[in-house]
């Protein structure tokens, strides 16, 4: 299909504006059964991104905006995302180098895992009713990748101060760009760190994470979206448990009194439970969907001795 025309072969002029390019190129990525889980579910959403980037389009565009014929390079730029989206099964954020995570835009790209995590959510809450905000004045976010979980923390609980770690130094140059585009060098700092190893005795309010937890099994069945991400991101070891046993492990003498540990795993929340029959998890529930999430407080990490 040529974008530069309508299907039923008119001259392109009247007929490629947004919402006209919109409807082609949903129906296009429709047509290659793409998996969608990396910011968007469906191709409606990838489609608005890949459109909205090539034409330069603000998030709310006016009706005078959406009705504006494209350029000829503008087609060209879309013709050329479209084909890396169905082709190359790029994810869209990757393509269009921006996402948002707790209403904050962030720089992305193949250094980083796509941020879609939902612990926007709980971030936004300032992590009510599990701590009292006015009192967190260290966080610490293990496995930072982008930055977005500790930028999102930093703007949510002002008089805190946040360690982002990773071990990845390619993942904590985009954090660096982030960190720098959102003002906040005062009070993130970012470390290379294979989880806490890279601290001192610093301890903190908060320790936050979404670290890796893909199984074995799992990662050898993803579908090829996901190979685009930093497979140090993703994957941890046999049962997808790797990372987060070091974190249950460490966190207690991390944490403050009355301190939180609040991490994501996804699809390993079965193999987490089987795994720490004496923790009692709690599993955060979000409005705006998602799982996998729990949280642990100081106290019953020291009680369980992990």
Not at 89 to 99: D, F
Not at 138 to 155: F, N
């Amino acid at each position: 299909m040529r974008l530069s025309h309508t299907e039923a072969g008119h001259t392109e002029a009247g007929h490629r504006g947004a919402a006209q390019l919109l409807g082609r190129a949903q129906r296009r990525l429709q047509r290659a059964h793409l998996h969608y889980g990396h910011g968007s579910d469906n191709a409606r959403d990838d489609a608005a991104a890949l459109v909205w980037h090539a034409l330069g389009l603000p998030l709310e565009p006016s009706t005078a905006q959406l009705a504006r014929p494209a350029t000829a390079q503008q087609l060209r730029t879309l013709e050329l995302l479209l084909r890396r989206r169905i082709r190359e099964r790029v994810p869209v954020v990757y393509l269009t180098q921006r996402c948002w995570f707790a209403g904050l835009e962030m720089f992305v790209d193949e250094r980083v895992l796509i941020p879609r995590s939902p612990l926007a959510e709980l971030i936004e809450q300032r992590f009510a009713p599990w701590i009292e905000a006015r009192r967190v004045r260290r966080i610490v976010d293990v496995g930072t990748g982008c930055g977005c979980i500790a930028i999102a923390c930093a703007k949510a609980l002002p008089r805190a101060r946040v360690d982002a770690l990773d071990i990845s130094a390619a993942a904590l140059e985009v954090a660096a760009i982030n960190i720098r585009r959102h003002r906040l060098k005062t009070r993130v700092r970012a470390l290379q760190s294979d989880h806490f190893s890279a601290l001192g005795a610093e301890a903190y309010d908060i320790i936050v994470s979404n670290p890796p937890y893909v199984g074995r099994w799992e990662m050898a069945r993803l579908p090829p979206e996901y190979r685009h991400e930093p497979q140090v991101a993703l994957a941890a070891g046999a049962d997808g448990l790797d990372s987060v046993r070091v974190l249950l492990r460490e966190g207690a003498k991390r944490l403050k009194p009355q301190g939180i540990l609040v991490v994501e795993v996804g699809n390993t929340e079965g193999a987490l439970r089987r795994s720490f029959r004496q923790l009692p998890f709690t599993w955060l529930d979000f409005e705006r969907g998602g799982g996998g999430v729990f949280l642990l407080t100081r106290e019953q990490l020291r009680a369980a001795r992990v």
